[in-house]
């Protein structure tokens, strides 16, 4: 009897002891499990990552969001509408306002459902859960991942109000790929503020949440998603939230969906991304909400698009030339207005299976205005004569000869220019040699009147800044354009004529602030002088003279506006490589550029006023008009 005592006492206590050792195990278990928890606070205490937002200069043209993985904006409760939230809550977790953060009730429910069915068609997540399991957690479905999930919704719950879980959930869950939150989902898809869509619209967004991948309205997965969004709206009148006829009435509306968004104005946006990585940094900027204003006026940016394309299709006809850009700039100011930096950047390369390298005649990518390498032509020859004038020369006075002119040997070969159509015109004053364009006389303007070196340093000042050799390098070719410039340098340089003799860098970016609205930086460009007004006003006066230019270009020529002063001078390059038409007033300056990406000759005789002429004319015209 004694031993059956023993026994049962030895196996009660290896019951205890193993009873310890397992709640031990218990301990040590969920110790591991939750010793790297993430505490629910971090909501209170960080924003969620937002992505960076680039307006024209009003803020109300979004033209391109800066973002990592997660494109989100962020938007309070207050202004989320009852719909969306009703639609989530009746798909998502009917019983969210009564549970404590996971909802046994559900669990039993689905538990029922899936064993009926013999599927595990039925979840029990609650908002809090899906908010854990979205923000902290992996995916994969373990059995720690699921203690560390239900432990943290819990704790959520207990110390956040249900309204204030909800407005993160909404902020936090995704709507599409890389699409985050609901408002980001409604500009996304409707084009327009959250608290602005439909009850039809609200239930579509509901839906996606479940698989956002799969029934992101970009995917090939439309009737599902449809299908799935009448199964929001029934839900929604199963809860009391709308009638069975409000929901009928919704199911049978059309839902139309914006187009997959592309960048606005590409080149321009791609031009101001490099300044704020410059400024900012990636990282910061793919989290931070950052709202950048720039100095885009996308009107004018719209027109310049539409000008560009339908006037390269005709200049592929007729000249065999297939690419162009255009920079427009306010001139007292430096704001870029526009820019083109090719004719249609969402176009294939051009011909078919080119290197984009060396082989295209047209490369969507390449952003001609503030990458290009381009020689100017004619174009640059204003540089020249305005150091010329700085110098004490006048405009009408009887100072060049044009005529047949051997310059020396440069390069081992003598110098000997021909004007355009091969003749000579004998004695000019320096206002109809430049608005002639005549060669001869622009070379020895440089030679003996404004000298190459100070021309380079003119030119500089202004704003030129690949004139990087020495000007023996160049020689006496370089009034003909025979260095290499680009072209938001170029109407950045002709902005001084029209601004006084002013100088003002480009500006692209106005202000930045951050996603509270706190203002991190404002333009404080400021002018600096680098000719004189008398200078400035000689230059306005010879480049806009109508008359000199007409024995050459002809009285109604596509380089005379006759309702505004504009100074005006067109470039080709040799072998008719480049066109070029630069031209400034006091309420705009326009540089267009025309040609090929791979340097192949343009056919015809192809002249700046013939391939950039055009383009320019009538972007100009539009501008003055937009503008005054």
């Known amino acids: 009897m004694k031993k059956q005592k023993n026994k049962k006492h030895l196996i009660f206590k290896i019951f205890l002891a193993l009873s310890g050792i397992f709640i031990l195990g218990c301990f040590v278990f969920l110790f591991l499990i939750i010793r790297d928890f993430p505490r629910p606070e971090v909501f209170a205490e960080t924003s969620m990552s937002q992505n960076t937002n680039i307006y024209d200069r009003t803020g109300e043209v979004l033209l391109s969001s800066i973002y990592g993985e997660e494109k989100r904006k962020y938007v309070k409760l207050e202004d989320i509408p009852d719909v969306l939230k009703e639609a989530i809550i009746s798909t998502e977790d009917a019983n969210f306002y009564n549970h404590i953060g996971i909802d046994f009730t559900g669990i039993l429910r689905a538990i029922k459902i899936n064993l009926k069915t013999f599927s595990l068609s039925q979840g029990a997540s609650t908002l809090d859960q899906q908010l854990i399991r979205s923000t902290f957690l992996s995916k994969e479905k373990t059995a720690d991942r699921k203690i560390k999930e239900i432990i943290l919704a819990l704790e959520l719950d207990r110390r956040y109000e249900k309204d204030q879980i909800l407005e993160w959930y909404i902020n936090q869950v995704p709507f599409g790929i890389n ?70 009435l919704a199911q049978e509306k059309e839902i139309v969906f914006n187009q997959k968004p592309k960048t606005k104005a590409s080149h321009f946006v791609t031009y101001v991304k490099q300044q704020l990585v410059e400024m900012y940094g ?93 020689q100017p032509g004619s174009s640059f020859k204003p540089f020249a004569y305005a150091e010329a004038f700085i110098k004490g020369y006048g405009p009408d006075t009887t100072l060049v000869k044009d005529e047949y002119t051997n310059f020396g040997s440069y390069g081992g070969v003598d110098y000997t220019p021909q004007n355009y159509d091969g003749r000579y015109r004998g004695w000019l004053t320096l206002r109809s040699a430049l608005n002639q364009s005549l060669n001869i006389p622009a070379v020895k303007v440089i030679l003996n009147l404004a000298g190459i070196d100070d021309t380079v340093k003119l030119a500089t000042k202004m704003g030129i800044t690949t004139l990087n050799q020495t000007p023996n390098y160049y020689g006496p070719a370089l009034v003909l354009g025979g260095g290499e410039v680009h072209l938001i340098d170029m109407t950045s340089a002709y902005s001084v004529f029209s601004n006084g003799g002013y100088k003002v860098p480009p500006v692209s970016i106005l202000k930045i602030e951050d996603a509270n609205g706190n203002l991190l930086y404002s333009n404080t460009n400021t002018p600096r002088k680098v000719i004189s007004t008398e200078v400035a006003e000689t230059m306005m006066n010879v480049l806009s003279d109508n008359a000199a230019r007409a024995p050459m270009f002809g009285w109604n020529s596509l380089l005379y506006i006759p309702s505004y002063k504009v ?62």
């Not at 255009?326 to 390369?349: C, H, N, Q, R, Y």
Request: with cysteine; hydrophobic share 35%; proline share 4%.
């Open 567 to 628: 100074a005006v001078k067109t470039g080709t390059t040799q072998d008719f490589v480049d066109g070029w038409t630069m031209g400034t007033c006091d309420l705009v300056t326009v540089g267009v550029w025309a040609g090929n990406n791979d340097n192949s000759p343009m056919k015809n005789n192809a002249l700046g006023t013939s391939v950039a002429g055009p383009i320019w004319n009538e972007f100009i015209t539009y501008a003055i008009n937009y503008l005054r």
């Open 282 to 374: 990636n990282d910061f900027l793919e989290t931070k909400g950052l709202k950048i204003y720039t100095s885009l006026d996308y009107t004018l940016q719209e027109k310049a698009e539409e000008i560009v394309k339908t006037r390269v299709e005709e200049n592929s006809y007729l000249y065999d030339t297939y690419n162009a850009s255009l920079v427009a700039m306010d001139p007292e100011t430096g704001e870029i207005l526009t820019m083109i930096g090719s004719a249609d950047p969402f176009k294939d390369p051009y011909p078919e299976n080119c290197d984009p390298s060396s082989t295209c005649k047209f490369v969507p990518s390449f952003n001609v205005a503030t990458l290009g390498n381009r």
């Open 179 to 248: 699409i985050y939150g609901a408002e980001e989902a409604a500009n996304t898809y409707f084009k327009k503020s959250l608290k602005d869509i439909s009850l039809e619209e609200a239930a579509t967004l509901a839906a996606i949440v479940q698989l956002p991948s799969y029934y992101s309205p970009y995917s090939n997965h439309l009737e599902d998603l449809f299908e799935r969004k009448d199964y929001v709206l029934n839900r929604m009148a199963a809860e009391n939230y709308i009638t069975e006829e409000e929901a009928t």
